[in-house]
T-cell receptor
């Protein structure tokens, strides 16, 4: 079945630095790749997503890149701020039983030090 | 209204109890989901409802029974749970199953004693 690997599991950066989180997936039929941010004690919230017909997408300080050939996608956060500290999950879509679902990576705990 | 609501926020139940978790959305979404999340782990999919029909059951034990009474409501009925079922139960909804932003509710923190 679909497998989504996410690295690193923890990441610590200084405020103002960039952070990069990488994910790989196994199902070549996957065509939707969202990133969720979950702050401590809060619900997961979508921060950016990308579909298979696009190689890169940017929203202010956040960008996602997708390499369908290599089956990997990455989240890039520039000019990090303490409020970016959270757990980030990547996910990939998978068709199952005629319906689509998301398969999540194991998460990356990002800490931005002031 | 872009919010998914869940009740109760917290629930403590014994292994012989029967309880229900409730989820509601008024965004007109036609896909709704139940996830289970343990501490420091990703959300783990349990069920997907698409157009009020159960479309995915991730081999969840029968002590968990989902129900979708209408397009806005999703319930999860609990019976004879085990202590290892203690977790955060998240409901989510999206316009299109699996291929669109999923809006998560705040979750129900369940403790089984």
């Amino acid at each position: 079945g679909e497998n989504v690997e996410q690295h690193p599991s923890t990441l610590s950066v200084q405020e103002g630095d960039s952070a990069v989180i990488k994910c790989t997936y196994s199902d070549s039929a996957s065509n939707y790749f969202p990133w969720y941010k979950q702050e401590l004690g809060k619900r997961p919230q979508l921060i950016i997503d990308i579909r298979s017909n696009v190689g890169e997408k940017k929203d202010q300080r956040i960008a996602v890149t997708l390499n369908k050939t290599a089956k990997h996608f990455s989240l890039h956060i520039t000019e990090t701020q303490p409020e970016d500290s959270a757990v980030y999950f990547c996910a990939a879509s998978k068709l199952q039983g005629g319906s689509e679902k998301l398969v999540f990576g194991k998460g990356t705990k990002l800490t931005v030090n002031p | 209204d872009t919010e998914v609501t869940q009740t109760p926020k917290h629930l403590v139940m014994g292994m012989t109890n029967k309880k229900s978790l409730k989820c509601e959305q008024h965004m007109g979404h036609r896909a709704m989901y139940w996830y289970k999340q343990k501490a420091k782990k990703p959300p783990e999919l349990m069920f997907v409802y698409s157009y009020e029909k159960l479309s995915i059951n991730e081999s969840v034990p029968s002590r968990f029974s989902p129900e979708c009474p209408n397009s806005s409501l999703l319930n999860l009925h609990l019976h004879a749970l085990q202590p290892e079922d203690s977790a955060l139960y998240l409901c989510a909804s999206s316009q299109v199953p699996g291929l669109d932003e999923q809006y998560f509710g705040p979750g129900t923190r369940l403790t089984v004693t």
